[in-house]
């Protein structure tokens, strides 16, 4: 995958294709200190400010139409503490440049995402999460951050430094400052060992509690229009390495998976009523396979095939409920779904407004080709979400507003107190935010 956002006449793109902005200018500062500039020039003009990484959100998060930050070039790994386990990194790093160079550090994140284009600061402060039984998401792998704020000022902020903004910040929506440094736990390279099978829908909810159990990290996709699903088990491994054989994971990642279902999905979008049949034959495309591997080669997946999506993130016990519904909801309606629902699944954590905040949770993502039309399936599956206390990602398609926020997440207040304190006059607002965190 080449840039993930893109900018045209002055227009900023998300990745998906679904949100534009207009800014009045960007800047790309080289340093933290030009970058506090441009926030108090900004507050000179009376402009907002926003900072943009790949463009990976499908919410306008990062949309503006005053100052739009570039972190492309805060960058790199600033510090190695190999005593302490950490290390320090610029906020605009990407995920897949910071993954490939702890791999020459022989270090590692414990948990990733399955994409691995955004930047650190745009993965964390969205609540970018993989999946585990008792490793969190990326954001709940910080242990320091870097924070520009509305007056120019720059934050530093752990656990004993500022922690009431540490809480809050590791997953703070833009909405505190522009993060320009995070320090994540990392540990020394290890390997997983990947097992991916096709099993029934029903099985896989029948056993779902005891695959979870039985598994450092579960996951599975379940094809609409079938009662088939692909799982995925990965657990630590004492080796040796056996990565997918080249030409097998060419044929099976890039071949099928990206070039075959990108022309599965034309053809679903230019006649509807092929969808379920091409389901059928999606679904059961991709055979058994096992392989170990170190971590980031496992956990991550390349995304060519461009889509909008919904995710939320439901109790944990709730989800054989939401699913059932989710698929009841299908069987009796007339949508198409040409794209599979993805499930992970998280363990509590202590981040303010983590979707993963306080509870055992579980992740439902629904996915629509881009160029599809996606609001009657969004919006019914946003309806059994919320009806399970369904908290939406915050980079991703949803309806959602502050009124139903402050009653699924216990510390809304906490963080919106924050914010009044933090950023008074809203130097980083826009609409995005005024809808979800209130004027």
Not at 4 to 33: C, F, I, L, Q, Y
Not at 248 to 265: C, H, I, K, M, T
Not at 272 to 295: G, H, K, V
Not at 371 to 387: L, V
């Amino acid at each position: 995958m080449v840039s993930t956002a893109s900018a045209k006449n002055g227009t900023w793109h998300n990745w998906g294709g679904n949100v534009s902005a207009r800014p009045a200018r960007e800047v790309t500062p080289a340093t933290v200190e030009e970058l506090a500039d441009a926030v108090r020039r900004a507050a000179e003009d009376g402009l907002p400010v926003k900072a943009v990484g790949t463009g990976h959100s499908f919410t306008s998060i990062a949309a503006t139409d005053g100052v739009l930050i570039r972190p492309q070039l805060l960058s790199g790994i600033r510090d190695i503490d190999r005593a302490a386990g950490t290390v320090t990194v610029g906020a605009g790093t990407q995920l897949k440049r910071l993954n490939m160079a702890l791999e020459r550090e022989g270090l590692s994140l414990t948990n990733m995402g399955d994409i691995m284009e955004q930047t650190v600061s745009g993965a964390t402060s969205t609540g970018t999460h993989g999946t585990g039984r008792d490793s969190a998401s990326i954001a709940a792998q910080i242990r320091a951050l870097e924070l520009v704020t509305a007056d120019g000022s720059v934050l530093q902020c752990s656990e004993k430094e500022n922690p009431d903004v540490f809480a809050a910040a590791r997953i703070g929506l833009g909405a505190l400052g522009i993060v320009t440094a995070i320090t994540f736990a990392v540990e020394p390279i290890f390997l997983l060992t990947a097992r991916e099978e096709p099993m029934p829908f029903e099985r896989v909810l029948a056993d779902f509690d005891e695959l979870h159990a039985e598994n450092e990290h579960f996951e599975f996709y379940w094809f609409p229009h079938t009662g088939n699903t692909n799982t995925k088990r990965n657990n630590r491994s004492a080796g040796p390495e056996r990565p997918v054989p080249p030409v097998r994971g060419w044929f099976e990642d890039e071949f099928l998976s990206n070039g075959v279902f990108q022309v599965a999905n034309l053809v679903g979008r230019a006649v509807p009523a092929t969808i379920p049949s091409i389901a059928q034959i999606s679904s059961r495309a991709l055979s058994s396979r096992t392989y170990t591997d170190i971590p980031y080669k496992v956990f991550t997946s390349p995304r060519r095939v461009r889509f909008v999506e919904m995710e939320y993130a439901v109790p944990r016990d709730a989800l054989v409920d939401t699913l059932r519904e989710l698929k009841a909801m299908v069987d009796r309606s007339p949508l198409r779904v040409s794209f599979p629902v993805e499930v992970r699944t998280a363990p509590a954590d202590d981040i303010t407004l983590s979707t993963a905040s306080g509870r055992e949770t579980a992740y439902v993502a629904v996915h629509m080709f881009r160029g599809t039309p996606y609001q009657a399936y969004f919006t019914a599956a946003e309806r059994i979400f919320t009806a399970h206390e369904g908290r939406p990602h915050w980079g991703k398609i949803h309806t959602r507003d502050a009124e139903y926020l402050s009653r699924v997440y216990p510390r809304f207040a906490e963080f919106t107190a924050l914010r009044d304190r933090l950023d008074p006059e809203r130097r980083f607002g826009n609409a995005y935010l005024r809808r979800v965190l209130g004027d």
